[in-house]
């Protein structure tokens, strides 16, 4: 057939394996089970909860290939091939079993958002909880009780009894979601503040655009104080306040919004009649205020679902509960180090970390830390941990790591030998108690000092791969959630056809694609003009064509 004629030795070694009682795989069939077992190893190390039908019957065929032998398929010796996915069925279904288990098995005290009845006229100073929940919680009606919902936002109600509402559920108004940056569906977590006592002081400050044409004594006399003690009442409402929380009081026709900045005691306090009220004369401006509150989540982060929980894990768990680690008898984790390609949100991870956990965020750019001057790199370094200590619970993060760390045994600059030192004895330095975590982000993990990614300081390692079609649909879905699209846009099609994408080049083909949408209109636009017709507004919508275009101009990195 024109094959070139194999050697002999090659027939002698089949010979010898054939006495062994085994046969040599054919080149092709040896093949094919590498493809298919690196193909499985992918779509086992994605969650299985975010596994379509359509993938999960891909993948059952894929493992009937994984057992080959004498080119026939078979997960034992002479069994049928059906039989060669039925052990991984099984897993499969252990595995989901468990994560059903692990999503039933809730918190006493998490509990979903419901939405008060006649929002518009509800007290946001207070809550409704079915009167079962309530004594289960050890709660009576008028408790104070603190909320927890999304990027560590809290805020205080005082909790009354409604039979009406569901057992796992609390009832909220519109504002006081607003203020825990939750929607009716999500969970927020509900505890009893029993600490919470009156305030001696309530610093507000108004938003520029709500304050009703008042100045800042007509609000406090006008608004503010016949809020918090209405006249003709022999007692004040005693509404708690939490310091962040947003209060809008409607006054005539407007509603003034304002910010409360500052309580005594810290942090969160019950008005009472003589508890001093003070109004700031400078307004806030909202747009500056909700760009300072929009700090990145985890759920503006998609296709790193595993890893991070295992950052959750090592991350927030030391910094919140840190006796957990020293009543076991172990020492809580110092850093994890997260390494991947560029693009892939190793940044956004750790910016993410921080806004959900409420910690200080001190960043650390690797370029920036070096210095012409003798021991002012390290002295750089120093100063990020003490301030970190100083205003723990602190996340450091340090990124590109590579720049302020590299082997010491390939670089021939002294200052970069002592950087690696310092920052090796700093890390060494930090006290179980402290509650500090650092975090690093790198392109090139074998570039770094190998005494910095031993057990003790970089406990744990975390490469953020090139997201997986599931992974690429939920990036696409969350970079344009606030995109206007047509709904004849498929993005699961559109995620099955950016293979190699990593989180930057989804985005910039989300950019493109609005971009594209906006030029198609720019003759009809007169840039000279005051405002632009609303009609013209209207028919600015992101169209397939647009997305095809943006893929045709964009390429994975």
Not at 201 to 230: I, R
Not at 237 to 261: F, K, M, S, T, W
Not at 276 to 288: F, G, K, Q
Not at 422 to 436: A, E, F, N
Request: hydrophobic share 40%; net charge negative; with cysteine.
């Amino acid at each position: 057939l024109g094959c070139p004629r194999p050697r002999v030795e090659h027939w002698r070694v089949a010979m010898r394996e054939e006495r062994r009682g085994t046969r040599l795989l054919p080149p092709l069939l040896l093949l094919a089970a590498l493809v298919c077992a690196h193909a499985r190893s992918a779509v086992v190390g994605s969650p299985p909860r975010r596994a379509s039908r359509a993938s999960a019957a891909v993948l059952l065929q894929r493992q009937r290939g994984l057992h080959l032998r004498g080119g026939q398929m078979a997960g034992e010796r002479g069994a049928p091939p059906e039989d060669a996915a039925s052990g991984y069925v099984m897993e499969v279904a252990d595995e989901r079993a468990e994560i059903a288990d692990v999503e039933r098995k809730r918190m006493p005290h998490e509990l979903e958002v419901g939405d008060v009845a006649g929002d518009s006229a509800a007290d946001s100073s207070e809550c409704l909880v079915h009167p079962d929940k309530m004594a289960a919680l050890n709660l009576m009606a008028g408790d104070t009780v603190r909320l927890k919902g999304r990027r560590s936002r809290e805020t205080i109600c005082l909790v009354r009894d409604d039979a009406s509402v569901p057992a796992d559920a609390v009832w909220v108004a519109a504002q006081a979601r607003s203020n825990l940056h939750v929607n009716v569906g999500d969970r927020v977590k509900l505890y009893g503040c029993d600490s919470v006592g009156e305030g001696a002081k309530v610093t507000l400050q108004p938003l520029s655009d709500a304050m009703a044409g008042l100045s800042a004594d007509e609000l406090h006399d006008q608004v503010l104080a016949p809020h918090f003690a209405p006249e003709g009442e022999e007692a004040a409402p005693y509404r708690p306040v939490h310091e962040g929380d947003r209060i809008r009081v409607r006054h005539g026709a407007q509603v003034v919004e304002v910010l409360v900045v500052a309580t005594e005691p810290e942090r969160r306090c019950v008005v009472a009649p003589s508890t001093e009220l003070e109004v700031l004369d400078e307004p806030l401006d909202r747009a500056e205020l909700d760009a300072e509150e929009d700090e990145g989540g985890y759920d503006d982060i998609g296709g790193v679902d595993k890893q991070l929980t295992k950052i959750r894990e090592l991350v927030e768990l030391p910094m919140r509960h840190p006796k957990v680690f020293t009543s076991v008898g172990v020492m809580p984790p110092r850093g994890v180090l997260i390494h991947g390609p560029p693009g892939c949100g190793k940044t956004m991870i750790a910016r993410a970390v921080a806004a959900e956990t409420g910690a200080a965020c001190y960043l650390i750019n690797g370029p920036q830390v070096m210095s012409k001057q003798a021991g002012e790199s390290e002295q750089n370094l120093r100063d990020a941990f003490e301030e970190a200590e100083k205003n723990a619970p602190a996340i450091i993060f340090i990124d590109e790591i590579d720049a302020i760390a590299p082997r010491r045994d390939k670089t021939q600059g002294e200052t970069e030998k002592r950087l690696v030192s310092q920052l090796i004895t700093l890390m060494d330095s930090l006290k179980p108690s402290s509650r500090v975590v650092l975090m690093a982000a790198t392109n090139r993990p074998n570039t770094i000092d190998p005494a910095l990614r031993r057990f003790g300081r970089f406990d744990l390692e975390i490469n953020i791969p090139v997201p997986d079609e599931q992974g690429r649909l939920d990036i696409l879905a969350i970079k344009s959630k606030d995109l206007r699209l047509s709904p004849e846009i498929d993005l699961p099609a559109l995620a099955a056809d950016t293979q190699g994408y990593c989180g930057a080049d989804l985005s910039q083909v989300v950019f493109e694609a609005a971009m594209m949408c906006v030029r198609e209109r720019m003759p009809e636009i007169d840039l000279e003009a005051d405002t632009l017709p609303p009609a013209l507004l209207e028919q600015l919508v992101v169209q397939p064509r647009h997305v095809e275009q943006a893929l045709s101009v964009t390429n994975p990195s």
